[in-house]
Each structure stands twice: as C-alpha cells, then as structure tokens.
C-alpha cells in the first residue's frame, strides 16, 4: 500500500504504513512539486507523529555513527551546506500507552498481547478505559479468569477460542489463570446502498461509471413507460375528434326533455 502513497497522500493513520525509505523517496519527490512550502507544515505535523527526522552533514563521523547507534536509517540529502544527510527513525510502539485510534489497527493481536503482557502484569482490566476502547476499535476482545485445569481443559474455552482465530496470552492469578483472547476484527469497507433496479453499487464504484449506469437505467426505464410517437398522436387525435353516436345520444335526451 505505502509505495502507492504520495507525500500529499499521507494520514496520521496510513503515515504508520510507511517505511523509512519509503519516506526519504516522498519527501525528495515532494519537494520537487508546486506548493510544497505552503504545505510543509501540514506534512511534518503528519510525518513527525510517526518519524523522528534529523539533518546532518555527512561528513561527520562522530554524528553518523551516533545516528546508527540510535537505529537511525541515513540517506543523502541534496542540500547545500552542512546539512547533506537526513537521518530517519520510526518510533516503535513499546508500551500500552503508545496505542492510538491512528496505529492499532496496524498492530497483530501478537503485538497487542505482548504489549499488555509487558504492562506489569496489569492484565486487561487493569488497563485505563480509554486504552480499551482504543484496543477493541480494532479488535475482538474476551478475557475468561477460571482455574488452570478448567482453563487447560481439553475441548475447553482455549481450545475453543483458538479454533475460531483468536491469539491468547496467560496470565497467573495464584492457582487461577486470567486468559486474555484476542482477534482481529474485519476491516470493513463503507458500501454506498442506492438502490436502482434492483441492484446495489458498492461506494468504490467509480463516480463518473455511476452516473453513466444511472442515466442509461434511468433511459431503459423511461422506454418501457413511454409510449411511441405514432401511440401518442393516435390517441391524441382519438380525444379530440367528437364521436357521431354520442353527439346523437346527446340530442336525443334534451328532446325527451323537452
């Protein structure tokens, strides 16, 4: 997906999707464009919540190897001067509170569970709400606390909940278990329900397809309703020409009348 994105193109969700080199070609190809200076600090509020960015000159042996100690990646950089040398680190998610709405739906249930494994054994319920909430927008959460030879039973819940694709991390409460399951949940796309003949068009139908499918729906339905010409003058000139049996009937009940 991210060698697709352009620099223009960046999130704070789709930025955790980009690498460090696929970062380094953005920018070089970004600044190269109309209008990159009016947008670059849109662009760096996005990048540096995800990037750390430094510039250096490359000349310096001390500052590089310092930057490749701290697991920096280093590239060229086409400016003048000192600073000829970008160095770009992505922040690794380490603890529990690094999670947000933008990052966790880039996370495996593996990597969920090792983060709450290493949040001093707090388990789920002694994670804050808000980090909860953060969890299970991205997935499907079930936390069971029985003893070991219930929980280890064959056939039992975790025999159960791996069957149907969630990752589990044990936890030890004395002789119980506190067993923490975890699964992705489906990324679902918004799907756009306009109803036309009988058929339903997902939302990532092209817009201009739409339209064309639309109007030639609309013309086959408009044909089936409209009659020809030749039915229209027909009946039209059936209405207006006066019929000799009614003009008759007519005269002969006001003679009775009378």
Not at 21 to 30: K, Q
Not at 37 to 58: C, G, K, L, P, W
Request: aromatic fraction near 8%; proline fraction near 3%; glycine fraction near 4%.
């Amino acid at each position: 997906m991210s060698k697709y994105l352009k620099l223009e193109d960046l999130t704070k969700s789709n930025v955790w999707t980009v690498t460090e080199s696929e970062l380094y070609h953005m920018l070089l190809e970004g600044k190269k464009k109309e209008g990159y200076a009016d947008n670059e600090t849109h662009y760096m509020n996005i990048i540096h919540s995800v990037f750390d960015i430094q510039y250096f000159d490359r000349d310096d042996e001390k500052k590089k190897q310092q930057l490749e100690n701290e697991q920096y990646d280093l590239f060229y950089a086409p400016n003048d001067g000192e600073n000829n040398a970008i160095a770009i680190k992505k922040r690794r998610i380490k603890k529990i509170t690094d999670l947000t709405l933008e990052n966790v739906s880039h996370l495996t249930p593996e990597d969920i569970l090792t983060l709450i494994e290493n949040n001093m054994g707090t388990g789920w319920k002694g994670l804050p709400l808000a980090i909860q909430d953060i969890i299970e927008s991205a997935f499907y959460v079930d936390v069971s606390l029985l003893p070991e030879a219930a929980m280890h039973r064959k056939g039992g819940i975790i025999d159960r909940k791996k069957a149907d694709g969630y990752e589990v991390l044990e936890l030890e409460r004395g002789n119980w278990i506190e067993a923490i399951f975890v699964k992705q949940k489906p990324k679902l796309e918004k799907l756009k329900f306009s109803y036309l003949g009988n058929t339903y068009k997902d939302e990532d139908t092209d817009d201009n397809e739409d339209d064309d499918d639309d109007d030639d729906s609309l013309d086959n339905e408009m044909d089936d309703v409209t009659p020809n010409e030749d039915e229209v003058e027909e009946d039209v000139a059936e209405d207006q020409e006066p019929h000799i049996e009614d003009i008759d009937v007519i005269d002969e009940t006001e003679d009775e009348e009378e």
